[in-house]
């Protein structure tokens, strides 16, 4: 009866979310349960269970409210964790992460890589990026000078609201915070660093590898340095499994790109030849890939007559995406998108701008090399603009 109860609360608490699986299907309701081997889901037409390792994301329908992060405040792991911030204070190797919402982990700063103090601007981001390449054999202090960083090795000792206390040549000094825009501990490269499951990121901005979790009253998670965290579900963007399950096509690089021309022999100006180069991520315009009226992230913007081949990093079971003409030419526009894997067309078929995009979906059995060409269709259009969104190899 217990155990009833839990799950109501658990269902009524906990707002609905977007489960995607490597098959395709994608599940929408309040989480119930999840451990390492399940979850449970309240979709519609009933509670469902599925394996965890079929999963490729858990992702919040609602974006979550949250208190606005403090410009600047980020704290690295060694496992990669990258932790936005309210505050970090150390003291006798002890480090205090506050975490936007109120939550304070307490953990050794063993484990703390980097805390980014001041906000970046591009410029900033890129010596910072630098400096922390520097092969040190110690910490570093990084401290701003107008628009430029400086740093020094030695030593960090505690770190309060008000100072840094660095130890340098022998002398510990107390620098204020406001002059620091950031720290670096040298610990090493970690060994046999234990396996992620999947990646979460929080409303807060944060991100997190995780080694292990579980959902009962909160979400609860270990990352891979050891650090324990718990949020509520409705503080949780996205648990991201698909590291090791899919690979994007767009990720990807061709082993060859050729695009050819309607009219005109031999090669075309290299001007021309780059106006009509795909568009990896990004539509033809350079803003986002649009298919009927919905944004996609992940994608291919091809010009007819394009031909693109791949070396797969792999076996994959799999081919998913969505194909449409771009919504700048709707309802205008026709392509033929023809996929063939090692010498077998696996896809022979004419898109058009008056259709709805395109689901697709086959198998990869077998397939070593694929090539995407997209050509002109049955008549000459000057809307051979055709958009390959979340094409996707799945294990």
Not at 284 to 289: K, Q, S, V
């Amino acid at each position: 009866m217990h155990h009833i109860l839990l799950s109501l609360l658990l269902t009524a608490a906990t707002p609905p979310f977007d489960v995607q699986t490597l098959d395709g299907q994608t599940l929408v309701g309040p989480l119930v349960e999840m451990t390492a081997e399940r979850l449970t889901i309240d979709a519609a037409g009933g509670r469902k269970s599925l394996e965890m390792e079929r999963l490729v994301s858990i992702s919040s329908r609602q974006r979550p409210a949250t208190a606005p992060p403090v410009a600047g405040l980020v704290v690295e792991l060694t496992d990669g964790s990258i932790i936005q911030t309210q505050q970090y204070v150390a003291q006798a190797a002890r480090a205090r992460i506050s975490l936007i919402g109120g939550q304070v982990l307490e953990t050794s700063t063993g484990i703390v890589r980097t805390v980014q103090l001041q906000p970046p601007s591009p410029a900033l981001a890129a010596e910072w990026a630098r400096l922390l390449g520097v092969n040190a054999d110690s910490d570093l202090l990084v401290v701003r000078k107008n628009d430029n960083l400086d740093y020094h090795k030695g030593v960090l000792h505690d770190v309060t609201e008000d100072a840094v206390r660095f130890e340098l040549d022998g002398e510990v000094l107390p620098v204020k915070r406001s002059k620091v825009y950031g720290i670096a501990y040298r610990h090493g490269i970690p060994q046999n660093r234990p396996t992620t499951i999947c990646r979460i990121t929080d409303a807060a901005g944060s991100q997190w590898p995780v080694r292990s979790l579980s959902l009962a009253e909160k979400l609860q998670w270990t990352t891979p340095a050891g650090l324990d965290v718990a949020q509520v579900m409705d503080k949780i963007v996205q648990i991201d499994f698909s590291s090791g399950k899919i690979v994007y096509l767009s990720d990807l690089k061709p082993e060859s790109v050729r695009w050819t021309p309607y009219f005109g022999p031999g090669k075309p100006p290299a001007a021309v030849e780059q106006f009509f180069a795909p568009r990896y991520d990004r539509g033809f315009d350079g803003g986002p890939l649009l298919l009927s009226g919905r944004q996609y992230h992940k994608g291919l913007a091809l010009h007819s007559r394009t031909e693109l081949m791949y070396r797969l990093p792999g076996p994959f079971s799999r081919f998913r995406a969505v194909a449409g003409i771009d919504d700048a030419v709707r309802p205008s526009g026709k392509a033929r998108l023809i996929v063939r894997g090692n010498d077998n067309v696996l896809l022979d078929a004419v898109i058009a701008g008056s259709e709805a995009p395109r689901e697709i979906d086959f198998s990869l059995a077998g397939v070593r090399r694929l090539t995407v060409v997209v050509d002109f269709a049955d008549s000459l259009s000057t809307g051979n603009d055709l958009l390959l969104c979340n094409p996707r190899l799945s294990k």
